[in-house]
C-alpha cells in the first residue's frame, strides 16, 4: 500500500470518526421528546367506537354501565360521557384512549388495563391535540396514566390514577405534559406511579392535587411560570422537584414524610425566579434542598412564612446557592435545621431582612422589652453539626454520647469550635402564622382524633389516681 491510499484512508478514517463522535455527543445532550404518535393498527370497533363513528362534531355520546373491551382513537371534537362509571379495559395490550382531535371531553369512566411495554409508553389516556378535558374519570392498572403531547389549554380534573404494581423503575408517569402550554392540573389523586411530570409547558397551573407512594410527587423541567397551590404530596420519594425552570410560585402545599433515596420535600435545581410561600414541610428527609438555585440574579429566591417541622434536616444548601430570603419562616424541632452539603458558610444567603426573622425552635435567648423579637441574634455553630455537614457518614452518632462528647468540647475549647454557618440578626420569638389552605386526609382526622381521645383517657386516668385516698387519708387533704 502506498502513502499516498495510506493517508488518502486515514482521512475517511478520521471523516467517518468525527462525524460518529458529533453524533454521540449530540445525542447526550439532546432532551428526549415522547414517542411520535404510531399509526393505529386497525381494531374492530366495539359498542364505545361505533357510536363515536356515528357521532357528528360536537356531540355528547353518553356511555351506559357495563365493561367494554376496546380501544379508542377520537378524531373529532365530541363529548364522551360515562353514566354510570362504565369501565374501559384494554385487555392488557397497548394505549386505550387516544383523543387526535381538539376541544374533545373525556367524562366519568373507569378505564383499565394497559399494557407493560415501556419503550411503547402504553398510556391510558393519550392527547395529541388542544383543548382536552378529562375529568371525572378513575384511571387503573396502567402504566402511563394521562400523557398530554403539544396538547395546550387542556383540563385535567378531579381524575384518580393509580399504577401497577410494579418496581419504581418499572413504572410510568402517572401524569405526563409535553409542551402543554396553560393546562390546568385540578383535584386529582395520584398513587403507585412513577412521576407527575411537566416538560417544556408555560401558564400550567396545578392545584388541589394528591399525589402518594410515587417517586417524584410533582417534578418540572424547563417549565415556567407554573403555579403549584394547595397539593398534599406525601409518602414519595420527592414531594416537588423544580429543575431548570423560572417564574415558578409555589404556595399553600402540604409535603409530608417524603422520605425516598431523595427525600426531599422541595428540591430546586437551578431553578429562578421562585416564590415558596405558607408551605407546611414536616417528617422529611430535608424539608428544602437548594441547588444553584436561583440561578440569576434577577431575583433573589423567596421563601416566606413556610413551617419546617421534624425534618431531619430542614434546608440543605449546595455552597453554590447563593441570593436566598428566609424570612417568617418557622423552623420547628428539625434534628438539623440548616445544614450546607459540604464546606463552606451561607453567607450569600440572607435569613433576615430589615427588622424580621425567623422563628427557631433552638433559639436560646430572650425578649426583654416583649417586642416579638429576640435580643440577642441566632447563629449556628455548634461542632458536631460542622463536621457532620463534611462527612455525613457521622449522622450515625446523633442523640449518642459521642456526640455529646463532641459539642462538650466545642464549648470548652473555643478555639476548635467553627464559625457559624449563618446569622439571624433578629430572630422570631413566637412562630408566625402560615396561610395553608389544604384539607386533611380523612383518615389523617381520625387518628388525630383517637390520639386525642387516648389522652384524654390517661390524663383522667393520671388525675383519677392523684385523687385517690391514700392511707386512709381524704383525698383533699382535709381532716378525717
Known amino acids: 500500500m502506498n502513502a499516498r491510499m495510506l493517508q488518502s ?113 402504553n398510556a391510558a389516556v393519550r392527547v395529541l391535540a388542544s383543548r382536552a378535558t378529562i375529568e371525572d374519570c378513575v384511571l387503573e392498572d396502567i402504566l402511563f396514566g394521562i400523557d398530554l403531547r403539544d396538547a395546550p389549554d387542556s383540563v385535567v380534573r378531579s381524575n384518580r390514577i393509580g399504577g401497577k404494581r410494579l418496581d419504581v423503575a418499572r413504572r410510568g408517569d402517572g401524569l405526563r405534559l409535553w409542551r402543554a402550554d396553560r393546562t390546568l392540573v ?30 417524584y410527587g410533582l417534578h418540572l423541567m424547563y417549565s415556567d411560570e407554573v403555579t403549584i397551590e394547595g397539593n398534599r404530596l406525601e409518602r414519595n420519594s420527592v414531594g416537588v422537584y423544580l429543575m431548570y425552570s423560572a417564574g415558578v410560585e409555589l ?68 455552597p453554590s446557592a447563593r441570593n436566598n430570603e428566609f424570612v417568617d419562616n418557622n423552623f420547628i424541632d428539625n434534628i438539623e435545621q440548616v445544614s450546607v452539603a459540604g464546606r463552606g458558610n451561607l453567607s450569600a444567603n440572607r435569613f433576615w431582612v430589615g427588622e424580621r426573622g425567623n422563628y427557631w425552635s433552638d433559639y436560646t435567648g430572650y425578649d426583654q422589652n416583649r417586642d416579638g423579637i429576640g435580643d440577642f441574634v441566632h447563629e449556628s455553630q455548634t461542632l458536631f453539626e460542622n463536621m457532620m455537614d463534611r462527612e455525613p457518614k457521622l449522622r450515625l452518632f446523633l442523640f449518642s454520647p459521642a456526640q455529646q462528647a463532641v459539642e462538650f468540647v466545642g464549648r470548652a475549647v473555643p478555639s476548635v469550635r467553627p464559625e457559624p454557618k449563618f446569622v439571624d440578626e433578629v430572630p422570631l420569638m413566637r412562630p408566625a402564622e402560615v396561610g395553608l389552605n389544604v384539607r386533611p386526609e380523612r383518615g389523617a382526622l381520625v387518628r388525630l382524633g383517637g390520639v386525642g381521645a387516648a389522652l384524654l383517657l390517661v390524663g383522667g386516668l393520671v388525675l383519677g389516681l392523684a385523687r385517690t385516698p391514700r392511707d386512709g387519708q381524704p383525698a383533699n387533704g382535709g381532716v378525717a
Open 9 to 121: 484512508r486515514c482521512a475517511v478514517f478520521a471523516l467517518v470518526l468525527g462525524a460518529a463522535i458529533s453524533g454521540a455527543v449530540a445525542q447526550e445532550h439532546e432532551v428526549p421528546a415522547p414517542l411520535a404518535a404510531r399509526p393505529a393498527t386497525p381494531r374492530p370497533l366495539g359498542a364505545i367506537g361505533r357510536a363515536l363513528a356515528a357521532a357528528p362534531d360536537g356531540a355528547v355520546v353518553e356511555i351506559g354501565p357495563g365493561v367494554y373491551h376496546e380501544h379508542l382513537r377520537i378524531t373529532r371534537p365530541v363529548t364522551l360521557v360515562g353514566v354510570g362509571m362504565p369501565v374501559i379495559d384494554g385487555g392488557g395490550s397497548g394505549d386505550i384512549v387516544e383523543i387526535a382531535a381538539p376541544e374533545v371531553t373525556l367524562r366519568g369512566f373507569v378505564i383499565r388495563n394497559t399494557g407493560i411495554d415501556l419503550d411503547k409508553e
Open 251 to 318: 404556595r399553600r402545599n402540604l409535603l409530608v414524610n417524603n422520605r425516598g433515596p431523595s427525600g426531599y420535600g422541595i428540591g430546586l435545581k437551578e431553578t429562578d425566579r421562585f416564590v415558596i410561600t405558607d408551605n407546611v414541610l414536616s417528617g422529611n428527609r430535608v424539608g428544602v434542598y437548594i441547588d444553584g438555585s436561583p440561578f440569576t440574579n434577577k431575583m433573589p429566591g423567596m421563601f416566606r412564612r413556610n413551617t419546617l417541622a421534624c425534618n431531619d434536616i430542614g434546608v440543605t444548601f449546595l
Open 186 to 215: 385540578e383535584g386529582n389523586t395520584i398513587h403507585d406511579g412513577r412521576d407527575a411530570i411537566l416538560w417544556y409547558s408555560k401558564g400550567v397551573v396545578v392545584r388541589g392535587n394528591v399525589s402518594h407512594n410515587c417517586r
